[in-house]
């Protein structure tokens, strides 16, 4: 009898110990998702990330035959809908919208029980739209320039309304404020339209504003925009400056996109990641993330992971230096 060479032998065993634990995977991820997949949302119904989220929600449900439920869990900055997925099932049946804001919350709300770049995995990027500098009417400013100027004349005399201590219209004004060398004071709401229905009212006199709460406004004349806050200026308003023309460097964007328990098979991100950049591709997909302040921006899960670790440093800077902290 030939003998069998040992080695071979031993990739042989460890070939059978490694192989169905990988066909387990596969076939695992080929039938995902046999029951409702749930996407957890840390902002409220009805804000544009929410409404991205179930946007993106029912175009998975109707190319993956199984519904994708929204859970709002709102508070703490998102970290509390944060902290339910890096806790749940690695199993990709709970899913978080999360992006810019929760890599602002990782380093406002320092003792959080999970870390936001150890303990999720990216799965896509959906959207990216700028934040827009708007001011009432009667502000005497009617460009950026001389916002500056009034600003530096006037120290501690603008008042910036934000959705809320710690989000990221806060911090495009915490930036502006740091690369202008101005004094502005921050005025924090419950959400960021309170804050304009008190820039309308003049009880504020400027906000750093997500898109789809301020674009009405802007249009019917009753708030002034002076600039957006991405690199690029924004197709719905292409007359509108960006903050960058005049701050060179300057930029602050809300991007959102899908987030898993870090141990997730990667079969199942591939998969979900796949389908979400070919939702992406549809030119009605783009109409209505455009209505949302959005830009659809399609990403490998490594690509919108580093995306979320540059976001995460960047804010990590203006908190130190506005020396921001958790209500």
Same mark, same amino acid.
């Given at each position: 009898?030939?003998?069998?060479?040992?080695?071979?032998?031993?990739?042989?065993?460890?070939?059978?110990?490694?192989?169905?634990p990988?066909?387990s995977?596969?076939?695992?991820?080929?039938?995902?998702?046999?029951?409702?997949?749930?996407?957890?949302?840390?902002?409220?119904?009805?804000?544009?990330?929410d409404?991205?989220?179930?946007?993106?929600?029912?175009?998975?449900?109707?190319?993956?035959?199984?519904?994708?439920?929204?859970?709002?869990?709102?508070?703490?900055?998102?970290?509390?809908?944060?902290?339910?997925v890096?806790?749940a099932?690695?199993?990709?049946?709970?899913?978080?919208?999360?992006?810019?804001?929760d890599?602002?919350?990782?380093?406002?709300?320092?003792?959080?029980?999970?870390?936001?770049?150890?303990?999720?995995?990216?799965?896509?990027?959906?959207?990216?739209?700028?934040?827009?500098?708007?001011?009432?009417?009667s502000?005497p !400013?009617?460009?950026?320039p $001389?916002? =500056?100027?009034?600003?530096? /004349?006037?120290? +501690?005399m603008?008042?910036?309304?934000? *959705?809320?201590?710690?989000?990221?219209?806060?911090?495009a004004?915490?930036?502006?404020k740091?690369?202008?060398g101005?004094?502005?004071?921050?005025v924090?709401?419950?959400?960021?339209?309170?804050?304009?229905?008190?820039?309308?009212?003049?009880?504020?006199?400027?906000?750093?504003?997500?898109?789809?709460?301020?674009?009405?406004?802007?249009?019917?004349?009753?708030?002034?925009?002076?600039?957006?806050?991405?690199?690029?200026r924004?197709?719905?308003?292409?007359?509108?400056?960006t903050?960058?023309?005049?701050?060179?460097?300057?930029?602050?964007?809300?991007?959102?996109?899908?987030?898993?328990?870090?141990?997730?098979?990667v079969?199942?991100?591939?998969?979900?990641?796949?389908?979400?950049?070919?939702?992406?591709?549809?030119?009605?997909?783009?109409?209505?993330? !455009?209505d949302?302040?959005? $830009?659809? =921006?399609?990403?490998?899960? /490594?690509?919108? +992971?580093k995306?979320?670790?540059?976001? *995460?440093?960047?804010?990590?800077?203006?908190?130190?230096?506005?020396?921001?902290?958790?209500?």
């Amino acid at each position: 009898m030939a003998k069998f060479p040992r080695r071979r032998l031993l990739h042989l065993v460890a070939g059978a110990t490694v192989l169905p634990p990988l066909l387990s995977r596969i076939v695992y991820a080929q039938s995902y998702p046999s029951r409702p997949v749930h996407i957890i949302v840390g902002l409220a119904a009805g804000s544009a990330a929410d409404i991205m989220a179930r946007l993106i929600g029912q175009s998975l449900s109707e190319r993956l035959g199984k519904p994708f439920v929204i859970e709002n869990r709102t508070g703490a900055g998102g970290s509390l809908a944060a902290e339910a997925v890096a806790r749940a099932s690695p199993d990709g049946y709970t899913l978080l919208l999360n992006g810019s804001q929760d890599a602002v919350t990782a380093t406002v709300y320092q003792k959080l029980n999970y870390n936001f770049i150890r303990d999720l995995a990216p799965v896509a990027s959906i959207a990216s739209g700028p934040l827009v500098l708007v001011v009432n009417p009667s502000f005497p !400013a009617r460009t950026v320039p $001389e916002f =500056i100027e009034y600003a530096k /004349a006037n120290p +501690g005399m603008i008042n910036f309304g934000s *959705a809320g201590i710690g989000t990221v219209a806060q911090m495009a004004g915490e930036l502006f404020k740091a690369m202008a060398g101005v004094n502005l004071v921050h005025v924090p709401y419950k959400g960021m339209a309170q804050a304009l229905n008190d820039l309308l009212g003049g009880q504020v006199q400027a906000a750093f504003s997500t898109m789809p709460p301020a674009i009405g406004h802007i249009k019917s004349g009753r708030l002034r925009a002076l600039a957006v806050t991405s690199k690029a200026r924004y197709e719905a308003l292409p007359d509108l400056p960006t903050i960058g023309d005049f701050l060179p460097g300057y930029e602050a964007s809300f991007t959102v996109g899908l987030s898993a328990p870090k141990s997730v098979a990667v079969e199942i991100i591939e998969k979900l990641n796949k389908e979400t950049n070919a939702i992406l591709a549809e030119p009605s997909m783009k109409v209505r993330l !455009a209505d949302l302040g959005g $830009e659809p =921006i399609a990403m490998s899960p /490594a690509d919108f +992971g580093k995306l979320l670790a540059d976001e *995460a440093e960047k804010w990590a800077k203006v908190v130190r230096t506005a020396n921001i902290k958790p209500e």
